[in-house]
């Protein structure tokens, strides 16, 4: 890579002239240096995107979180998936205007980093994950699997928050068993989903009925 930052001069002098001159070199260094600094920071995708796919229907991209810098960077992979929603279950790090734009609808499902998500964010999930899986009208499915369409979710790192949603989805719509769940998510994202959310995955209790079976009715709670 081309470094842009120009060279100190490499004679230095006691005269007044050369000295402005030094200065100015200077401040252009810095400025210079503080351009390709941010550069590097919005150019890149921190840890790969991970797609998760089970069955005829669903699809997962597990992120971690993109910055407002390389957020085009994340959106462009996200196309290549097909993505129609991204799911951020941690604060905030960008401006949804872009996802808007690309045509990516967003959802606020932030829970605390080490929790297990409440009810209401498990709720929330599972009805994007069947609206967007189990459309009402069949001819909203998509036939070709380059166009299947594929939510997004993310967490800080993708590892902790983003998969345990991923792994619940999972056991709801595709009656998997929460170690086998786990075990096929570990398997395509290394270092996913600790021992503790491990615990609280196998207490899960089954519940969400798909609204085209007759709505969502919540039966046992989930344990936490």
Not at 1 to 29: L, W
Not at 51 to 71: C, H, Y
Not at 174 to 198: C, F, S, W, Y
Request: aromatic content about 6%; some cysteine; charged content about 25%.
């Amino acid at each position: 890579m081309t470094n842009g930052i120009e060279q100190a001069p490499s004679i230095i002098s006691n005269n007044t002239t050369n000295n402005n001159t030094k200065r100015s070199n200077s401040r252009k260094m810095v400025g210079v240096s503080r351009s390709t600094n941010n550069g590097s920071m919005g150019g890149t995708i921190g840890t790969k995107p991970t797609l998760v796919e089970v069955g005829t229907k669903l699809r997962f991209l597990i992120m971690d979180a993109p910055r407002q810098g390389n957020l085009h960077l994340y959106i462009k992979e996200m196309r290549k998936y097909s993505v129609t929603d991204i799911v951020r279950a941690c604060e905030p790090t960008y401006q949804t205007g872009e996802l808007t734009t690309a045509g990516i609808a967003t959802h606020n499902m932030e829970y605390p980093d080490g929790h297990s998500p409440p009810q209401d964010v498990i709720d929330q999930w599972l009805h994007v994950v069947d609206k967007v899986f189990y459309p009402e009208k069949k001819d909203e499915q998509a036939a070709d699997e380059k166009t299947r369409p594929c939510i997004a979710v993310h967490c800080v790192a993708g590892l902790g928050r983003a998969p345990v949603m991923v792994a619940i989805a999972l056991i709801e719509f595709e009656n998997m068993d929460p170690v086998e769940a786990v075990t096929l998510i570990r398997r395509h994202r290394r270092g996913a989903i600790n021992e503790k959310q491990l615990l609280y995955l196998e207490g899960y209790k089954k519940y969400y009925r798909k609204k085209n079976g007759g709505g969502a009715e919540a039966g046992c709670c989930v344990i936490s």
